[in-house]
């Protein structure tokens, strides 16, 4: 069975940068038909999709994000890392990892979101 | 950016009924690309429904998902106290992922 454990400092200052990473076990990081990103959600709020890291390398961010993202790949330990910077209190949210499924059947691709970490609260304060 | 809109914001119903779930798109959504997730709370979200239709491993066939056009609709039948959660909707469109406001089911 898949996990997915996310790991870092629960707290963070303004202006810091923000960093988590993403710890796959029971599973290759390195298959074909998944990628790897992150979601997070303020708290008593709704999800928000941060950014998605494909098996090229490449990486889809979401425009809306005003803190700059970086997110990267450690195949070798089979994990996977966000990087926040400049963050704000609006920043504060719980951040889940989670495995970004594309695979095709006939004719017709898809795209999902099958594990999810338990996700980790971050909180940005001085 | 495609934008998903779910409605009702709250629905509360009792053990045994019926909910039905909408989610509507701002602009056409491949239905591949559709999926609906369940939230309990303090839980991590849970595919329930990828491509509008299929259920998710392990997903009881009291969840059913449908398309007509841009409208999209999540039905849970038999209501159990254990569907108490919040609904998202997500789809995938021009390289982002968006996410429905969420709808939150109430068992009385």
């Known amino acids: 069975q898949l996990q997915l454990q996310e790991s870092g400092p629960g707290l963070v200052k303004p202006s810091e940068t923000l960093s988590l990473t993403c710890t796959v076990s029971g599973g290759s990081i390195n298959t074909r038909d998944h990628y790897w990103g992150w979601i997070r959600q303020p708290p008593g709020k709704g999800l928000e999709w941060i950014g998605t890291?494909?098996?090229?390398?490449?990486?889809d961010y979401n425009p809306s994000l005003r803190s700059p993202v970086t997110i990267s790949v450690d195949t070798s330990k089979n994990q996977f890392s966000l990087n926040l910077s400049s963050v704000t209190a609006a920043d504060t949210a719980v951040y889940y990892c989670?495995?970004?499924?594309?695979?095709?059947?006939?004719?017709?691709?898809?795209?999902?979101?099958?594990?999810w970490g338990r996700g980790a609260l971050v909180t940005v304060s001085s | 950016e495609i934008v998903l809109t779910q409605s009702p914001g709250i629905v509360s119903l009792s053990p045994g009924e019926r909910a039905t779930l909408s989610c509507r798109a701002s602009q056409s959504v491949s239905s591949g690309y559709l999926g609906w997730y369940q939230q309990r709370p303090g839980q991590a979200p849970r595919l329930l429904i990828y491509?509008?239709?299929i259920r998710a491993t392990g997903i009881p066939d009291r969840f059913s998902g449908s398309e007509s056009g841009t409208d999209f609709t999540l039905t849970i039948s038999r209501l159990e106290p254990e569907d108490s959660a919040v609904y998202y909707c997500q789809q995938y469109g021009d390289s982002v992922y968006t996410f429905g406001q969420g709808t939150k089911l109430e068992i009385k």
């Open positions: 989670a495995r970004h499924v594309r695979v095709v059947s006939g004719s017709v691709w898809y795209r999902y979101l099958d594990y």
């Open positions: 491509g509008a239709s």
């Open positions: 890291v494909y098996r090229s390398g490449s990486i």
